[in-house]
C-alpha cells in the first residue's frame, strides 16, 4: 500500500497550484470498497480485468506443461503429480480422463479468459476514454457489473475442478453428443454444467461490456476526434465489440439448447444414440447444427482475440518506428473487411463433418477471401516499418514479433480454409501449430505488447525493461520451438486431443520431437514468470513514470500521470488530426512527433511543451503551450464537479 | 566492469543456491523410482522400466537445475544493469536490431533444421484422390513459402536496418495508393488460382470419377472406443440396420430378417480388407457420440454422426506389400485413426487397413470369414427385446 500512499501525495502536489481547493473532495470520500473493489472508473475496471486475466493465463499455461510433460513421457510415473492432482494421477501417471480436461480447460481459459476478457476488456477498457476524450465508459455502472460477471465465471471455471468427476473434458468446441450425455465420460457431468454455467456468465459479462464500448466510441468522443482520426486501437476494439454483440448471443442459444437436450430431455442435437447398452429416446436431433451455432460464434471469436492485438502492435508500431501507420485507411478498412467476413467463413471448421459439400465450396471462397485483408495488413506493418527509426521498446519487440507470427500462422490458414487441403489436415497437429501461433501466440503477444505500452498510463510508473527484454527473448524462440515443429506432426498424420502418442504407428515415431516441445515449453512458460515478477514489483515499487514516456503523439499521454475520476483535469482536450504524425518533414529536425491535441497555433507558438518529461498543466500559467488553460473552471470539467456527481450517485457525463 | 563482476557474483550465488536444491530433487527421484518398481510389481500396471525412469529423471534434473541456473543469473544480472547502468535507449535499440538479426538467422536454421529432418514422416497420399490433394498442397506450399520466405526476411532485415541510431530520421510515408492497390490485387489473383485449384479438387474428393467400377462398400460404425467394420459380403449389398436393433451381440444392428444382410461379414479382428486400384466406399456410423474416421495414407477424413451417416470415396493406389517394400519397413500398416474426440481413450482406437493385390487375395481372405446369420443365429430375438425397451 505504500505505493499506493505515494501517489495519494503526488495528487495533492500536483493538484496544488490550480486546483488546490479541490483537495478536500475526492479521494478522501473514496472507500476501499469503491476505489478498488466495485470500482466503476474504467481504468481501474481494466486493471481488474488484467490481473484478473492474467492469474487465469497462469493456470492456463501451467496446465500446458502438465499435458506436455504427459506427452513427452507418457506413462511414466512423476510423483509431483500425484502430490500435485491426487486422484487425478494415480501413481504419479496423468489420468487420460484428466489429460483432456486439462486440454479443455487450458483451451478455455486462454480463448475466452486470458485472450477475450482479459486483453479486449483490458484495453478496450483503459484506453476507449483515454483515446477518444471521454471521461468514462457511457455507463460506469455496467461496465463495473461486466467485470464482476467475468469474475464470477472465473470463479465457476475454477471451481469445476473440485468437482468429484473433474471439469469438462470434451474439448473446449463441446461438441454433443459427448457434452450433452453426462455418462459418455467424466467430464461431461458435472464439471460440464460448471462450464455451461461459467460461459453463460461469461458472455452476459462480455455483452455487457461490448455494448458499452460501442456506445463509448459513437456518442463520447472528444471535439475533433473524428471517426476518420480515431487510433487503430479504437477502430480494433469498436469492431471487436460489435463482432462480440452479434456473435455471442448465438452460442448462447447453442449452449441453452444443450442444457435443454442434458437436463430436460429435448433432442435438438441428439438423436440415434445407444450408449453403454442402452438406446436413447431421443430422435430428430443433429449434432451438425451445434456445430453450425458453435462456429458462428467461434470464428468472429478468433477475429475477437485477434483484431485488438492487431490494433495494439499498430499503434505501438507507429509510435516507435517514429513513422505514420502505413496507410490508416487501408488498415481500417481490412479490419471492417475482417469483421465483415468473419461471418461468413464457419462452415471451414465442418468441411468434414459431412456438411453438404456445396456448402463446403462456398465457404472455400469466403475464407481465402478473408486472406486479402490479413494480407494488406502484413504489408502495411512491413512498410510502416521501412525507413523507420525503430526503437526498442519491450513493447515494441512484442509488435515486431506479432508481426512475425502473424505471417508464419496466417499463411497456413490458406491449407486449413481450402476445403480438400483441410481433408488430411482437420483435427491433428497441424490445426494446432496453426491457431497456437496465428491466435494463441500473435495475440498473447499484442497483449504484452499492450501491457508493456500503457503501464505507466496504469500504475503511473514504468516496468523495468530489462526483464521485459528477456521476457520477450525467451518467449518469442520459445513460441517458434514449441508449435513450428507441430506442423510437421500434424502432416504426418497424427490427431489432436490424444492422450499419448504410443498407439499408432503414425504417432510413437514423435516421441524424441515431444520431448524437445515439452522442454521449449517449459521454458516459455518459466520466461512469464519473469514477467509477472517485472509487472507486480513495477508496480508498486517502479520509477515513476514520466506525462508521455514514449513521445506518442495519443490523446492518452496527455491526461495526468495520476489516476483521477474523470480523467483530466479541465477541459478535455480537442483532436486536431490523427494520433499518427510521426516525423513530420516540416518539424524536422525539431521533433519527431506532434501529439494529436495539439493545435496548429500552438504549434506555431513554437512552445512544444509535449516535449517535456514532467505533466504538462505543470506549464499552465507558462502561457501558450498549455491545454485545459482554456477553460479552467468549467463547470463540467473540474474533478470538484464529477467528484461531487459521483457521490449523488449519477455518472460523470460530458 | 564492476557491475558485470557483480552480476557475476550474484548468479554464481544463485548457482550455488539451486545446486543445494539438488538433493531435494534427487529424493523426488528416488521416490520416483521407487514408485515405478512399486507399480512394475502390480500386475495390471503396464511396464514401465526403470531404465526410462532413470533417463527421465536425470533429463529433469539436469533441466529444472540449468532453467533455475539460467533465470535466477538472469534476473540478476538485468536488475543490477538497471541499478548501476543505465543504457540509452538508443544503444539498447542498437542491441535488440542486432538480436533481431541473430535471431532471424538461428530461427531461419532452426525452420530449416525442420524441414530437412521432420518432412520425412510427411504423407503423401496413396489414393486417387488423395494424389490430386497433395498436387494442390504442392502449388500451395510453393506460394505460402514463397510469401512466407520474403515477408519474414523483409521483417527481420527492417528490424535490423532500422534501429535507431544516432542522427537516422524517419520517413515520412504515411501512404501511397498504387502500392496499397498493388499489394491488394496480388494477394487476391493468387488466392484466385489457390481457389479455383481448391474448387476442382473439392469436386474431385466428393464425386470421383471411378471409371464405372462399383466401389466395395464397407461400413465402418464408431463406438466408444473402437472401429466396428463391415462387409457386404458375396452379394455386394450391406444389410439394414437400425439403432433400436443394437445390441451388445448384434454391434452393428443388422436387420436379420433383410435378405441383404445374411451374408454380410462382421470383421473380427480390427482389419479393413481391400483391394489396389479398386474404389472403396466408406459407410459411416457413429453409436453414441461422434467419431471421425481418419485413414491419413489415403487423405481419407470423415466425421462419424450419430443419426446421420456419412460416406467418403476412395481408391488406394498401393497395395500394403508394395507399401512395405517402399517404406522398407516390414511391419508397415496403414493406419485408422479416430479424429474426433470421443472421449477418454480416443487416443487408442485403431484399426489396420489391409490394402490387397489384386481381387483374389480379397476373395480368399473375405471367404474364410464367418457370415452374419453364422454369427447372430437368434437375431430376431434382441429386435422384439429393443422394441419392448422402448
Ligand atoms: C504455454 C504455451 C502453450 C502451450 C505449450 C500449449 C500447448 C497446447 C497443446 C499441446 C494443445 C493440444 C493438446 C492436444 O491436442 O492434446 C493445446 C490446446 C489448445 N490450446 Fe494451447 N498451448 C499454449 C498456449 C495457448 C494459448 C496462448 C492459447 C490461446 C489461444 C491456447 C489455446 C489452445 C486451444 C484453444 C486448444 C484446444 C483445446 C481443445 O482441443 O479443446 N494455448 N495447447
Ligand atoms: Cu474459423
Ligand atoms: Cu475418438
Redesign the pocket.
Given at each position: 500500500m505504500s505505493a499506493e500512499h505515494a501517489l495519494h501525495t503526488d495528487v495533492h502536489v500536483h493538484t496544488h497550484g490550480d486546483h488546490g481547493h479541490h483537495d478536500d473532495h475526492g479521494h478522501h470520500k473514496e472507500t476501499f470498497l469503491t476505489k478498488y473493489i466495485f470500482s466503476q472508473d474504467h481504468k481501474m475496471i481494466s486493471k481488474q480485468f488484467l490481473i484478473t486475466g492474467m492469474i487465469m493465463g497462469f493456470i492456463?499455461?501451467i496446465m500446458?506443461?502438465l499435458?506436455?510433460l504427459q506427452?513427452a513421457w507418457p506413462g511414466t510415473p512423476l510423483p509431483f503429480m500425484e502430490g500435485l492432482l491426487g486422484k487425478w494421477a494415480p501413481g504419479g501417471v496423468l489420468d487420460p480422463n484428466f489429460?483432456m480436461a486439462l486440454?479443455?480447460i487450458?483451451?478455455t481459459i486462454?480463448?475466452f479468459f486470458?485472450?477475450t476478457a482479459g486483453l479486449s476488456g483490458t484495453f478496450s477498457n483503459l484506453l476507449i476514454p483515454l483515446q477518444i476524450g471521454a471521461r468514462d465508459m457511457a455507463s460506469p455502472f455496467i461496465n463495473m457489473l461486466s467485470y464482476w460477471f467475468f469474475f464470477t465465471s472465473s470463479v465457476v471455471m475454477v471451481i469445476s475442478f473440485f468437482v468429484e468427476t473433474g471439469p469438462a473434458a470434451v474439448?473446449?468446441?463441446i461438441y454433443p453428443p459427448l457434452s450433452a450425455l453426462p455418462k459418455a465420460m467424466p467430464g461431461a457431468g458435472l464439471g460440464m454444467t460448471l462450464w455451461l454455467v461459467s460461459m453463460t456468465l461469461f458472455i452476459i459479462s462480455s455483452l455487457m461490456g461490448a455494448l458499452n464500448y460501442i456506445v463509448t466510441v459513437l456518442n463520447m468522443r472528444t471535439k475533433g476526434m473524428s471517426m476518420s482520426r480515431l487510433p487503430l486501437t479504437v477502430w480494433a476494439f469498436f469492431l471487436t465489440a460489435i463482432l462480440g454483440v452479434l456473435s455471442f448471443p448465438v452460442l448462447v442459444s447453442a449452449v441453452v439448447m444443450l442444457i435443454f437436450d442434458r437436463s430436460l430431455g429435448t433432442s435438438f442435437y441428439l438423436s440415434e444414440i445407444y450408449l453403454q447398452g442402452v438406446a436413447l429416446p431421443n430422435q430428430g436431433g443433429s449434432p451438425i447444427l451445434f456445430m453450425h451455432l458453435f462456429w458462428f460464434l467461434g470464428h468472429p471469436e478468433v477475429y475477437i482475440?485477434l483484431m485488438p492485438a492487431l490494433g495494439i502492435t499498430s499503434d505501438i508500431i507507429a509510435t516507435n518506428a517514429r513513422k505514420p501507420i502505413f496507410g490508416y485507411k487501408a488498415m481500417v478498412f481490412s479490419l471492417l473487411g475482417i469483421s465483415f467476413l468473419s461471418f461468413i467463413v464457419w462452415g471451414h471448421h465442418m468441411f468434414v463433418s459431412g456438411m453438404n459439400p456445396l456448402l463446403g465450396t462456398i465457404f472455400v471462397i469466403m475464407t481465402l477471401i478473408i486472406a486479402v485483408p490479413s494480407a494488406v495488413k502484413t504489408f502495411n506493418y512491413l512498410a510502416t516499418l521501412w525507413k523507420g527509426n525503430i526503437r526498442y521498446t519491450p513493447a515494441m519487440l512484442f509488435s515486431v514479433g506479432l508481426v512475425s507470427l502473424f505471417i508464419s500462422g496466417g499463411l497456413t490458414g490458406l491449407y486449413l480454409g481450402n476445403g480438400p487441403l483441410d481433408v488430411p489436415l482437420h483435427n491433428t497437429?497441424f490445426v494446432?501449430a496453426h491457431?497456437?501461433i496465428v491466435?494463441?501466440?500473435a495475440?498473447?503477444f499484442g497483449m504484452f505488447a499492450g501491457v508493456y505500452h500503457w503501464f505507466p498510463k496504469m500504475f503511473g510508473r514504468m516496468m523495468n525493461p530489462h526483464l521485459g527484454y528477456a521476457h520477450f527473448w525467451l518467449t518469442f524462440i520459445s513460441a517458434y520451438f514449441?508449435f513450428f515443429p507441430?506442423h510437421f506432426i500434424g502432416l504426418a498424420g497424427v490427431p489432436?486431443?490424444?492422450?499419448a502418442f504410443t498407439e499408432f504407428d503414425v504417432s510413437s515415431v514423435w516421441m524424441d520431437l515431444n520431448v524437445f516441445i515439452t522442454i521449449s515449453?517449459i521454458v516459455?512458460?518459466g520466461a512469464q514468470f519473469i514477467f509477472a515478477y517485472n509487472f507486480f514489483s513495477s508496480a508498486l515499487t517502479g520509477k515513476r513514470a514520466p506525462q508521455n514516456p514514449w513521445k506518442s503523439n495519443g490523446l492518452e499521454w496527455s491526461a495526468p500521470v495520476e489516476h483521477i475520476h474523470g480523467n483530466w483535469y479541465g477541459e478535455i482536450p480537442t483532436v486536431y488530426r490523427g494520433p499518427y504524425e510521426y516525423s513530420r518533414p516540416d518539424l524536422n529536425p525539431e521533433t519527431d512527433f506532434l501529439p494529436n491535441y495539439v493545435s496548429d497555433e500552438q504549434l506555431r507558438s513554437g512552445l512544444r511543451y509535449w516535449e517535456q518529461d514532467y505533466p504538462y498543466k505543470d506549464v499552465s500559467g507558462g502561457g501558450g503551450g498549455e491545454i485545459h488553460e482554456h477553460q479552467p473552471h468549467s463547470p463540467v470539467a473540474t474533478p470538484e464537479l464529477v467528484h461531487r456527481k459521483d457521490e449523488e450517485g449519477k455518472e460523470p457525463t460530458v | 566492469m564492476k557491475i558485470v563482476q557483480k552480476g557475476w557474483g550474484w548468479g554464481l550465488a544463485a548457482a550455488l543456491l539451486a545446486l543445494s536444491f539438488a538433493p531435494a530433487l534427487g529424493q523426488l527421484g528416488e521416490e520416483a523410482r521407487k514408485r515405478a518398481a512399486e507399480i512394475a510389481a502390480e500386475p495390471t500396471s503396464s511396464a514401465i522400466t526403470a531404465e526410462a525412469v532413470k533417463d527421465l529423471e536425470s533429463w529433469v534434473i539436469t533441466l529444472a537445475g540449468i532453467v533455475l541456473i539460467l533465470v535466477l543469473i538472469a534476473i540478476n544480472r538485468v536488475a543490477s544493469l538497471v541499478e548501476f547502468a543505465p543504457i540509452s535507449q538508443q544503444k539498447t535499440s542498437n542491441i535488440h536490431g542486432w538480436t533481431f538479426l541473430g535471431v532471424g538467422l538461428i530461427l531461419a536454421a532452426f525452420i530449416g533444421y525442420e524441414f530437412m529432418y521432420h518432412t520425412k514422416y510427411h504423407i503423401w497420399a496413396d489414393s486417387v484422390h488423395g494424389q490430386k490433394i497433395d498436387s494442390l498442397f504442392t502449388v500451395t506450399f510453393v506460394i505460402t513459402m514463397f510469401v512466407f520466405v520474403a515477408t519474414q526476411a523483409a521483417l527481420f532485415t527492417f528490424a535490423f536496418l532500422y534501429r535507431e541510431r544516432p542522427g537516422r530520421k524517419a520517413l515520412y510515408y504515411p501512404d501511397n495508393h498504387t502500392l496499397e492497390y498493388v499489394w491488394t490485387g496480388i494477394p487476391a489473383v493468387t488466392l484466385l488460382i489457390l481457389v479455383g485449384g481448391g474448387l476442382l479438387v473439392w469436386e474431385e474428393v466428393h464425386n470421383p470419377d471411378l471409371g464405372g467400377q462399383k466401389p466395395q462398400e464397407i461400413e465402418l460404425v464408431g463406438e466408444q472406443f473402437q472401429w466396428r467394420i463391415r462387409y457386404p459380403g458375396m452379394d455386394g449389398k450391406l444389410g439394414k440396420h437400425g439403432f433400436k436393433l443394437l445390441t451388445a451381440t448384434n454391434p452393428h444392428g443388422v436387420d436379420s430378417s433383410d435378405v441383404n444382410a445374411k451374408d454380410d461379414v462382421i470383421a473380427s479382428a480390427k482389419e479393413i480388407h481391400i483391394v489396389k486400384n479398386k474404389p472403396v466406399l466408406f459407410k459411416v456410423r457413429a453409436k453414441d457420440v461422434l467419431h471421425g474416421v481418419y485413414a491419413p495414407h489415403f487423405h481419407v477424413n470423415i466425421y462419424a454422426v450419430p443419426g446421420m451417416p456419412t460416406q467418403f470415396n476412395f481408391t488406394p493406389t498401393k497395395s500394403t506389400a508394395e507399401a512395405r517394400k517402399e517404406r522398407e519397413n516390414e511391419k508397415f500398416n496403414y493406419e485408422l485413426l479416430c479424429s474426433q474426440?470421443c472421449g477418454s481413450s480416443h487416443f487408442n482406437m485403431r484399426a489396420v487397413i489391409i490394402v490387397h493385390e489384386n481381387e483374389k487375395e480379397l476373395n480368399d481372405w473375405m471367404s474364410k470369414q464367418a457370415t452374419f446369420i453364422k454369427n447372430e443365429p437368434a437375431s430376431t430375438e434382441p429386435e422384439s427385446k429393443a422394441t419392448a425397451q422402448l
Amino acid at each position: 500500500m505504500s505505493a499506493e500512499h505515494a501517489l495519494h501525495t503526488d495528487v495533492h502536489v500536483h493538484t496544488h497550484g490550480d486546483h488546490g481547493h479541490h483537495d478536500d473532495h475526492g479521494h478522501h470520500k473514496e472507500t476501499f470498497l469503491t476505489k478498488y473493489i466495485f470500482s466503476q472508473d474504467h481504468k481501474m475496471i481494466s486493471k481488474q480485468f488484467l490481473i484478473t486475466g492474467m492469474i487465469m493465463g497462469f493456470i492456463g499455461g501451467i496446465m500446458s506443461v502438465l499435458f506436455r510433460l504427459q506427452l513427452a513421457w507418457p506413462g511414466t510415473p512423476l510423483p509431483f503429480m500425484e502430490g500435485l492432482l491426487g486422484k487425478w494421477a494415480p501413481g504419479g501417471v496423468l489420468d487420460p480422463n484428466f489429460y483432456m480436461a486439462l486440454v479443455t480447460i487450458h483451451g478455455t481459459i486462454m480463448v475466452f479468459f486470458v485472450l477475450t476478457a482479459g486483453l479486449s476488456g483490458t484495453f478496450s477498457n483503459l484506453l476507449i476514454p483515454l483515446q477518444i476524450g471521454a471521461r468514462d465508459m457511457a455507463s460506469p455502472f455496467i461496465n463495473m457489473l461486466s467485470y464482476w460477471f467475468f469474475f464470477t465465471s472465473s470463479v465457476v471455471m475454477v471451481i469445476s475442478f473440485f468437482v468429484e468427476t473433474g471439469p469438462a473434458a470434451v474439448g473446449w468446441t463441446i461438441y454433443p453428443p459427448l457434452s450433452a450425455l453426462p455418462k459418455a465420460m467424466p467430464g461431461a457431468g458435472l464439471g460440464m454444467t460448471l462450464w455451461l454455467v461459467s460461459m453463460t456468465l461469461f458472455i452476459i459479462s462480455s455483452l455487457m461490456g461490448a455494448l458499452n464500448y460501442i456506445v463509448t466510441v459513437l456518442n463520447m468522443r472528444t471535439k475533433g476526434m473524428s471517426m476518420s482520426r480515431l487510433p487503430l486501437t479504437v477502430w480494433a476494439f469498436f469492431l471487436t465489440a460489435i463482432l462480440g454483440v452479434l456473435s455471442f448471443p448465438v452460442l448462447v442459444s447453442a449452449v441453452v439448447m444443450l442444457i435443454f437436450d442434458r437436463s430436460l430431455g429435448t433432442s435438438f442435437y441428439l438423436s440415434e444414440i445407444y450408449l453403454q447398452g442402452v438406446a436413447l429416446p431421443n430422435q430428430g436431433g443433429s449434432p451438425i447444427l451445434f456445430m453450425h451455432l458453435f462456429w458462428f460464434l467461434g470464428h468472429p471469436e478468433v477475429y475477437i482475440i485477434l483484431m485488438p492485438a492487431l490494433g495494439i502492435t499498430s499503434d505501438i508500431i507507429a509510435t516507435n518506428a517514429r513513422k505514420p501507420i502505413f496507410g490508416y485507411k487501408a488498415m481500417v478498412f481490412s479490419l471492417l473487411g475482417i469483421s465483415f467476413l468473419s461471418f461468413i467463413v464457419w462452415g471451414h471448421h465442418m468441411f468434414v463433418s459431412g456438411m453438404n459439400p456445396l456448402l463446403g465450396t462456398i465457404f472455400v471462397i469466403m475464407t481465402l477471401i478473408i486472406a486479402v485483408p490479413s494480407a494488406v495488413k502484413t504489408f502495411n506493418y512491413l512498410a510502416t516499418l521501412w525507413k523507420g527509426n525503430i526503437r526498442y521498446t519491450p513493447a515494441m519487440l512484442f509488435s515486431v514479433g506479432l508481426v512475425s507470427l502473424f505471417i508464419s500462422g496466417g499463411l497456413t490458414g490458406l491449407y486449413l480454409g481450402n476445403g480438400p487441403l483441410d481433408v488430411p489436415l482437420h483435427n491433428t497437429y497441424f490445426v494446432v501449430a496453426h491457431f497456437h501461433i496465428v491466435m494463441g501466440a500473435a495475440s498473447i503477444f499484442g497483449m504484452f505488447a499492450g501491457v508493456y505500452h500503457w503501464f505507466p498510463k496504469m500504475f503511473g510508473r514504468m516496468m523495468n525493461p530489462h526483464l521485459g527484454y528477456a521476457h520477450f527473448w525467451l518467449t518469442f524462440i520459445s513460441a517458434y520451438f514449441v508449435f513450428f515443429p507441430m506442423h510437421f506432426i500434424g502432416l504426418a498424420g497424427v490427431p489432436r486431443r490424444y492422450y499419448a502418442f504410443t498407439e499408432f504407428d503414425v504417432s510413437s515415431v514423435w516421441m524424441d520431437l515431444n520431448v524437445f516441445i515439452t522442454i521449449s515449453a517449459i521454458v516459455g512458460v518459466g520466461a512469464q514468470f519473469i514477467f509477472a515478477y517485472n509487472f507486480f514489483s513495477s508496480a508498486l515499487t517502479g520509477k515513476r513514470a514520466p506525462q508521455n514516456p514514449w513521445k506518442s503523439n495519443g490523446l492518452e499521454w496527455s491526461a495526468p500521470v495520476e489516476h483521477i475520476h474523470g480523467n483530466w483535469y479541465g477541459e478535455i482536450p480537442t483532436v486536431y488530426r490523427g494520433p499518427y504524425e510521426y516525423s513530420r518533414p516540416d518539424l524536422n529536425p525539431e521533433t519527431d512527433f506532434l501529439p494529436n491535441y495539439v493545435s496548429d497555433e500552438q504549434l506555431r507558438s513554437g512552445l512544444r511543451y509535449w516535449e517535456q518529461d514532467y505533466p504538462y498543466k505543470d506549464v499552465s500559467g507558462g502561457g501558450g503551450g498549455e491545454i485545459h488553460e482554456h477553460q479552467p473552471h468549467s463547470p463540467v470539467a473540474t474533478p470538484e464537479l464529477v467528484h461531487r456527481k459521483d457521490e449523488e450517485g449519477k455518472e460523470p457525463t460530458v | 566492469m564492476k557491475i558485470v563482476q557483480k552480476g557475476w557474483g550474484w548468479g554464481l550465488a544463485a548457482a550455488l543456491l539451486a545446486l543445494s536444491f539438488a538433493p531435494a530433487l534427487g529424493q523426488l527421484g528416488e521416490e520416483a523410482r521407487k514408485r515405478a518398481a512399486e507399480i512394475a510389481a502390480e500386475p495390471t500396471s503396464s511396464a514401465i522400466t526403470a531404465e526410462a525412469v532413470k533417463d527421465l529423471e536425470s533429463w529433469v534434473i539436469t533441466l529444472a537445475g540449468i532453467v533455475l541456473i539460467l533465470v535466477l543469473i538472469a534476473i540478476n544480472r538485468v536488475a543490477s544493469l538497471v541499478e548501476f547502468a543505465p543504457i540509452s535507449q538508443q544503444k539498447t535499440s542498437n542491441i535488440h536490431g542486432w538480436t533481431f538479426l541473430g535471431v532471424g538467422l538461428i530461427l531461419a536454421a532452426f525452420i530449416g533444421y525442420e524441414f530437412m529432418y521432420h518432412t520425412k514422416y510427411h504423407i503423401w497420399a496413396d489414393s486417387v484422390h488423395g494424389q490430386k490433394i497433395d498436387s494442390l498442397f504442392t502449388v500451395t506450399f510453393v506460394i505460402t513459402m514463397f510469401v512466407f520466405v520474403a515477408t519474414q526476411a523483409a521483417l527481420f532485415t527492417f528490424a535490423f536496418l532500422y534501429r535507431e541510431r544516432p542522427g537516422r530520421k524517419a520517413l515520412y510515408y504515411p501512404d501511397n495508393h498504387t502500392l496499397e492497390y498493388v499489394w491488394t490485387g496480388i494477394p487476391a489473383v493468387t488466392l484466385l488460382i489457390l481457389v479455383g485449384g481448391g474448387l476442382l479438387v473439392w469436386e474431385e474428393v466428393h464425386n470421383p470419377d471411378l471409371g464405372g467400377q462399383k466401389p466395395q462398400e464397407i461400413e465402418l460404425v464408431g463406438e466408444q472406443f473402437q472401429w466396428r467394420i463391415r462387409y457386404p459380403g458375396m452379394d455386394g449389398k450391406l444389410g439394414k440396420h437400425g439403432f433400436k436393433l443394437l445390441t451388445a451381440t448384434n454391434p452393428h444392428g443388422v436387420d436379420s430378417s433383410d435378405v441383404n444382410a445374411k451374408d454380410d461379414v462382421i470383421a473380427s479382428a480390427k482389419e479393413i480388407h481391400i483391394v489396389k486400384n479398386k474404389p472403396v466406399l466408406f459407410k459411416v456410423r457413429a453409436k453414441d457420440v461422434l467419431h471421425g474416421v481418419y485413414a491419413p495414407h489415403f487423405h481419407v477424413n470423415i466425421y462419424a454422426v450419430p443419426g446421420m451417416p456419412t460416406q467418403f470415396n476412395f481408391t488406394p493406389t498401393k497395395s500394403t506389400a508394395e507399401a512395405r517394400k517402399e517404406r522398407e519397413n516390414e511391419k508397415f500398416n496403414y493406419e485408422l485413426l479416430c479424429s474426433q474426440l470421443c472421449g477418454s481413450s480416443h487416443f487408442n482406437m485403431r484399426a489396420v487397413i489391409i490394402v490387397h493385390e489384386n481381387e483374389k487375395e480379397l476373395n480368399d481372405w473375405m471367404s474364410k470369414q464367418a457370415t452374419f446369420i453364422k454369427n447372430e443365429p437368434a437375431s430376431t430375438e434382441p429386435e422384439s427385446k429393443a422394441t419392448a425397451q422402448l
